[in-house]
């Protein structure tokens, strides 16, 4: 049976290379970092981590990570409610609902867990998911495994969000979901607006603050801080593999009951192993890290600010950006590789983005800021980005 099977198999992947999307994978032999090995001998400056504090090789985090495997060891081997709870994934989650301002807090394996058990144990048929169309795969397919029913609006369209609303009047309970910050452009849910609209409308609100959290806001309280709204949304999600040290995890935080019930009925939390006591510890010390001070949140702000105005005074054309993605035009896909390609062997380290990841002729190289990043990192950066953007007539000379 294999053989036709296979055949099958290597005809999809022909497409796919076809197609020119066909997915490699450069090997990194360092700690993730500002500075990293790729393909055991290059040196190159990385700008496509989502490492926006910084964390992912910082030392309290290790120390604190390694201190974990010697006082709880190494792995939980079980669910949360059979014996897999430690008191390292209870204070977790109180650092987690502190940090937002929120009721409480719910792990999960990962963000992509936590979407995708979010909606299933909490709508049902009577109800509505309405969805920003440029939300995250991971949200597509947690909305699809609940029965309530389901409206689109445009990205971050107000008019549109508010149409739907009204299309929705029939259903008991409505729930608006967004991304805090949509990652391949990097601008903001407009939340101050949404809300109003849910009140209007008397639904409720849920945001992934994945890409915003640690980022967006003057402490890094993602959109819910920046929008003044912490503490009156519903639900947020979030990843603990972005800013929050890059490892691996995720969560859902908002009010008591719903995380009540998440802890009772969400599949991934009930079928899927606790994370390992060393992510829990880290994770903890993030937090502390970050409600401590707001050196690595000013020194992100401020690479970003300082980078967006350098590369627009060079004449490129940016996206209009209020998080540490920093979209760079090139509409052309060929283009956006060729000069990905280009800026690699001038030691920086970028991905070009082209259909289907974002809509025909918006190809770009993504850009994305740390607080890792030193300014002569920056400059150099931006150095490289001139003279490959004035090689491919980019800009101007
Ligand atoms: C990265 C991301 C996720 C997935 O997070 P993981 O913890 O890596 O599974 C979910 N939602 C959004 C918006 C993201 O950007």
Redesign the pocket.
């Known amino acids: 049976m294999y053989a036709n099977f296979q055949q099958h198999l290597e005809a999809e992947i022909s497409e796919i290379v076809n197609a020119g999307l066909y997915k490699t994978e450069r090997i990194i032999t360092s700690a993730q970092s500002a500075e990293i090995k790729v393909n055991n001998t290059q040196e190159v400056l990385n700008f496509c981590a989502?490492n926006y504090l910084g964390l992912a090789d910082n030392p309290e985090l290790i120390a604190a990570a390694k201190s974990a495997l010697d006082t709880h060891g190494y792995g939980m081997s079980s669910v949360r409610f059979i014996c897999g709870t430690q008191d390292l994934h209870k204070q977790l989650e109180r650092a987690i609902s502190d940090f937002f301002g929120t009721e409480d807090a719910i792990l999960y394996a990962?963000?992509?867990?936590a979407?995708g058990g979010v909606f299933e144990p909490l709508l049902s048929e009577n109800d509505a998911v309405i969805s920003d169309t440029l939300n995250?795969a991971?949200?597509i397919d947690g909305v699809r495994l609940c029965k309530a029913v389901r409206y689109r609006y445009e990205n971050a369209n107000m008019a549109d969000l508010e149409t739907q609303l009204q299309k929705s009047q029939e259903q008991r309970f409505r729930l608006i979901v967004t991304?805090g910050v949509f990652?391949m452009d990097g601008n903001v849910a407009p939340l101050d607006k949404i809300y109003a609209l849910a009140e209007k409308y008397n639904a409720m609100i849920m945001v992934?603050e994945?890409?915003s959290a640690g980022v967006v806001g003057k402490n890094g309280g993602g959109v819910t801080e920046r929008f003044n709204l912490r503490g009156k949304i519903e639900i947020i999600?979030g990843?603990?593999?972005?800013a929050f040290g890059g490892a691996?995890?995720?969560f859902t935080t908002g009010k008591r009951e719903i995380i009540e019930l998440l802890r009772q009925r969400s599949r991934p939390y009930l079928f899927s192993n606790s994370i390992p006591p060393m992510i829990a510890a880290a994770g903890i010390k993030t937090f502390e890290i970050i409600r401590q001070s707001n050196v690595l949140q000013d020194k992100l702000h401020s690479n970003t600010d300082y980078f967006v105005s350098k590369m627009k005074l060079a004449g490129f054309d940016i996206k209009p950006t209020e998080s540490a993605i920093c979209a760079v035009m090139l509409y052309d896909a060929k283009l956006s590789q060729t000069m990905a390609r280009l800026l690699l062997d001038e030691g920086i380290y970028v991905t070009g983005f082209y259909f289907p990841v974002v809509p025909k002729g918006q190809a770009r190289i993504r850009v994305q800021l740390s607080a890792a990043h030193q300014v002569t990192h920056l400059d150099k950066c931006i150095a490289a980005f001139t003279k490959v953007g004035k090689e491919l007539g980019v800009i101007g000379k």
């Not at 990962?110 to 867990?113: E, G, L, S, Y």
């Not at 990843?239 to 972005?242: A, D, Q, R, S, V």
């Open positions: 989502n990962a963000c992509f867990d979407n995250h991971s949200i991304d990652s992934d994945s890409h999600t990843t603990l593999g972005k691996v995890g995720g």
